[in-house]
């Protein structure tokens, strides 16, 4: 059960989803996070509660961040990359997690979407975007994870 963080935040769950959006052309979009100037990631974020599937979870965050609905595309445009990640979060960000967690575990997807999508950020979350070519993008992200994921997408879609 999550607890109260200074009576208006909730507790996150170290369990997260990264959805890497991208274009047919190669393009993959970053966001720039609202808290961090310069820190450019794709879309990410906790699960709500413990049994939230993470396909939804993918899904809701895709929306929330970006305004791009899944339910509008393709059925197959969210695939699960069906690869996981356990990393330690930054200190700064830890006081969001129950006292003693350091550590979250990170879902991977990936998102085709149709070269004239719009991207409608939330600015309280984030405050730019920018299309880039994927190999771009895998170079300016801030976590190095989300930059292989990147790359892992673009390797696995050239075999």
């Known amino acids: ?11 996150k769950i170290p369990v997260s989803v990264l ?19 310069g820190f450019w990631q794709s879309v990410t974020g906790s699960i709500d509660f413990a049994s939230e599937d993470l396909r939804q979870a993918a899904i809701r965050e895709v929306q929330e961040e970006t305004g791009i609905d899944v339910h509008q595309l393709t059925p197959d445009a969210l695939q699960d990359m069906q690869h996981q990640i356990e990393y330690e979060i930054y200190p700064q960000w830890r006081f969001r997690y129950e006292a003693g967690v350091i550590k979250n575990t990170e879902h991977w997807f990936s998102l085709l979407v149709p070269d004239e999508t719009a991207v409608t950020l939330s600015p309280r979350e984030h405050i ?7 190999v ?20 696995s879609k050239a075999s």
Do not use: T
């Open 1 to 11: 059960m999550q607890r109260l963080l200074h009576k208006r935040h909730i507790l």
């Open 19 to 37: 959805v890497v959006i991208y274009k047919s052309n190669g393009e993959v979009l970053l966001i720039e996070r609202a808290d961090q100037e």
């Open 128 to 134: 730019a975007y920018e299309w880039l070519p994927f």
């Open 136 to 155: 771009a993008a895998a170079a300016k992200c801030f976590s190095p994870s989300n930059g292989q994921a990147i790359l892992q997408l673009f390797s």
